[in-house]
C-alpha cells in the first residue's frame, strides 16, 4: 500500500515537472519576458541612467525617487533582475528552438516549403540579438573629453591621445545651430595618428574608436591676482571654480555664460544672439563652502575679494568629444538580418507558399 501511494507521489512529481518544462519552452511564456522587457526598457528610456541617489530625488519626489532606487531602474540594462529576465528569455527561446527544429525539418523535408522554418529562425534571431546586445554592452567601451581648440589631452586609460585641432559652430541666418564641427588628431602610442572632423552624427574613426562630437559650452580664463602680484591663471568652463592655490577655501565659480547679453524687465537674464556682442559671465564666489555673492562680470572686469583680484577674460567654446568603442557591433547587425528574415519568412513567403499550393490544388 505504501509502495503504491510512493507510485502515485512518484508519477504526480513527475508530471508537475514536465508541465512546467513544457510551459519554460512555450511561446506564453516568451511572450510574458518579452512583456516585461520591453517595459523594462521603455522605463530605461524614459528614466535618466547612471545619477546618483539626491538626482532622482529632486527629479521625482522622495517616493518615486526611492521606487526607482529600489528597483534599480538607475540602471535598467545591466541590473540583477533585467540580466536574469534576458537569461531566461535565452533559456526559453533555446528550448523552444531545440525542441521544435525536428519537427519544423520533417515538415520541410515533406513539403518542400521554406516557409516553414519562418517561426525557428524568428526565435533563433531573438536568440542571437540578446546575445550579441549583450556581448556589445559588456565589450563596448566610452571615454569623454572636452577642451578648446589646441588643447591635448588623453583618453582615458585607452593608450590614444586626442588633440582639438579646431571647433566651429555653423550658424543658420535665424542663428540656430547648423551643425557642430570639431577637427581632431589622434594618436596611439606608437605615435601614429589619424586627423578628421567630428561632428554631430558623423563620428571620426581611428584605431577602433568613433570619436563623436557631443555637446559644447563656454570657458574663461581666469587671473588671480593677490595685491599686485599675479599668482594663478586658469582655465575653467561653465560649471567649473578656481580658486588661489594659498586659499583654496576661497572659490570663484563660472555659472554661465552670456555672449550677448541682456536682462529683461522682470530681471531674468537671457543672450540675444550667440555672438559675441556683448559678453558677460556670471560667476560666485565661496568662502568655506558658503556663498559670498553672486553677480555679473565683463571681459577683463576686476572683482576684489579681500585682498584676492579675479579677472575672468577671452572667452571661448569649449567642445565635449566622446570616444567609442564596440568591437562586436556587427553582430548586432547579423542578428537583425536573421530576425529580419525569420518575419519575412513567416509573413511573406509562407503565405505565398501556401496560396500558391491552393490555387495549384484547385487546377
Not at 90 to 96: H, Q
Not at 124 to 134: K, M, P, T, V
Not at 187 to 216: C, D, T, W
Request: hydrophobic share 40%; proline share 4%; charged share 15%.
Amino acid at each position: 500500500m505504501t509502495g503504491g501511494n510512493e507510485q502515485t507521489n512518484t508519477k504526480n512529481g513527475n508530471g508537475m515537472l514536465k508541465k512546467i518544462f513544457r510551459f519554460l519552452k512555450g511561446m506564453p511564456f516568451s511572450f510574458i519576458l518579452l512583456g516585461i522587457i520591453c517595459a523594462a526598457c521603455v522605463l530605461g528610456s524614459v528614466i535618466p541612467q547612471g545619477q546618483n541617489a539626491a538626482y532622482y530625488m529632486d527629479l521625482y519626489g522622495a517616493r518615486r525617487g526611492g521606487l526607482i532606487m529600489a528597483f534599480s531602474l538607475d540602471r535598467v540594462f545591466s541590473c540583477a533582475w533585467f540580466i536574469a529576465l534576458a537569461a531566461l528569455l535565452c533559456f526559453n527561446l533555446i528550448l523552444c528552438s531545440i525542441s521544435r527544429v525536428k519537427g519544423v525539418a520533417a515538415t520541410w523535408k515533406r513539403t518542400r516549403s521554406i516557409g516553414i522554418w519562418g517561426s525557428w529562425v524568428t526565435h533563433l534571431g531573438i536568440l542571437l540579438l540578446i546575445l550579441s546586445f549583450a556581448l556589445s554592452q559588456y565589450t563596448s567601451g566610452e571615454e569623454e573629453i572636452y577642451g578648446i581648440p589646441g588643447s591635448s589631452q588623453p583618453l582615458g586609460d585607452t593608450g590614444l591621445s586626442v588633440t582639438i585641432d579646431s571647433f566651429e559652430v555653423k550658424l543658420r541666418d535665424d542663428f540656430t545651430v547648423e551643425q557642430y564641427v570639431a577637427g581632431l588628431t589622434v594618436r596611439n602610442g606608437n605615435g601614429e595618428s589619424i586627423s578628421g572632423e567630428a561632428s554631430v552624427n558623423h563620428p571620426l574613426k581611428a584605431f577602433g574608436f568613433s570619436f563623436y562630437q557631443n555637446s559644447m559650452g563656454w570657458a574663461d580664463y581666469v587671473d588671480i591676482y593677490k595685491g599686485a602680484e599675479q599668482v594663478k591663471t586658469d582655465l575653467i568652463c561653465t560649471g567649473e571654480y578656481t580658486y588661489p592655490d594659498d586659499l583654496p577655501s576661497l572659490a570663484l565659480m563660472f555659472n554661465k555664460f552670456y555672449p550677448d547679453f541682456a536682462q529683461a524687465v522682470d530681471g531674468s537674464l537671457y543672450t540675444v544672439t550667440p555672438l559675441l556682442k556683448n559678453p558677460k559671465s556670471l560667476y560666485s564666489i565661496f568662502y568655506n563652502g558658503n556663498l559670498v555673492s553672486m553677480d555679473i562680470a565683463d571681459p577683463g572686469e576686476a572683482i576684489a575679494v579681500h585682498e584676492y583680484i579675479f579677472v575672468m577674460r577671452d572667452p571661448v567654446q569649449y567642445t565635449l568629444i566622446v570616444g567609442k568603442t564596440d568591437p562586436y557591433a556587427w553582430t548586432v547587425f547579423v542578428s537583425a538580418l536573421v530576425l529580419m528574415a525569420g518575419l519575412v519568412l513567416s509573413f511573406y513567403v509562407r503565405p505565398w507558399e501556401e496560396n500558391r499550393r491552393k490555387e495549384n490544388g484547385k487546377a
